[in-house]
């Protein structure tokens, strides 16, 4: 497996794969890898001949700088990690100004406007932004023919598959259905942030999405009140709670009757940790 660090590199390094393995798969992460990256990898080197792992800790997407100050940098172990999983041909981790050689206020932005501002985007102020603008730089580099994403972050892949389908990009854009541990919650590079005690107390946040699907699938249709049940418990519980939405889940927009699929997000603060998750409803 071999490391490239900048985009000069990649670019030729591009070139010499294109030619002679075929198809390339890009999986984009942040670093601190844990199963649910080595999920995404897998189904990469299902669709592919050639699996590239970017790791890049993106300033665009922080909101905080605190928190992008103390986001987990784990880059040795992120490799050796990689190497023994014998999934992923090569990392791409470049430095941050060759991907970014202008000052960040200056850089153009990548957006998709109906729905970066919503939910996630809401409390956190040009995330979205920050994350067209690194997925698009990356596919320009690597140039793979299809990308991996989780279904986790479910607004980030929508916004992804929007920018992808508005900007007539000729990437597939594949996803891999969350990873939890045995009690239910969903692996995160931000689960690290959790005490012992937190933990315990974190699978809560998907028994709450749980329930509210069950209400769902069981015939109730009143899902502000489902929205406020879900809130109340998470609160009720310790956690912080930013949201607890009900939505369709093509276009983020709230239910108008006779969708066939819905989806439940909710982001919440269990101490230091800010724990996003969702659920999809199958209605018919």
């Known amino acids: 497996m071999e490391t490239l660090q900048t985009i000069t590199a990649m670019r030729s390094a591009v070139e010499y794969w294109r030619t002679s393995y075929g198809r390339i798969a890009l999986v984009p992460t942040m670093g601190n890898l844990h199963e649910g990256h080595l999920a995404l990898v897998d ?32 880059f040795k172990k992120d490799q050796q990690y990689l190497a023994a999983h014998r999934k992923a041909a090569a990392i791409f981790a470049p430095v941050l100004e060759d991907i970014y050689p202008q000052p960040l206020k200056n850089i153009t932005r990548v957006e998709v406007p109906s729905l970066s501002n919503i939910l996630e985007g809401a409390y956190r102020l040009g995330h979205f932004s920050g994350v067209g603008t690194i997925v698009m730089t990356l596919f320009n580099v690597v140039q793979p023919h299809v990308a991996v994403f989780g279904e986790k972050d479910y ?37 690290c942030y959790l005490s012992e005690e937190e933990r315990a107390q974190a699978p809560v946040l998907f028994n709450t999405l749980s329930i509210a699907a ?15 049940e879900g809130y109340r418990i998470l609160k009720n519980k310790g956690f912080y709670p930013d949201y607890f939405c009900i939505r369709n889940p093509e276009d983020l927009a709230k239910p108008k009757g006779g969708e066939e699929k819905l989806i439940i997000l909710t982001a919440a603060y269990l ?5 996003i998750d969702n659920i999809l409803v199958k209605l018919t």
């Open 155 to 191: 607004q980030q892949l929508l916004i992804i598959r929007y920018m992808v389908a508005d900007l007539a990009v000729s990437i597939d854009i594949e996803s891999v259905a969350t990873v939890r541990d045995e009690s239910g919650l969903a692996l995160s590079s931000r689960n």
């Open 43 to 74: 189904r990469a080197a299902q669709l592919s001949d050639y699996v590239v792992v970017s790791i890049f800790v993106n300033p665009l997407q922080f909101n905080d700088q605190h928190d992008y100050a103390n986001y987990p940098r784990t």
């Open 271 to 275: 101490g230091k940790a800010r724990l």
């Open 214 to 228: 069950e209400a769902i699938e069981g015939g109730r249709r009143d899902f502000s009140s489902l929205e406020e």
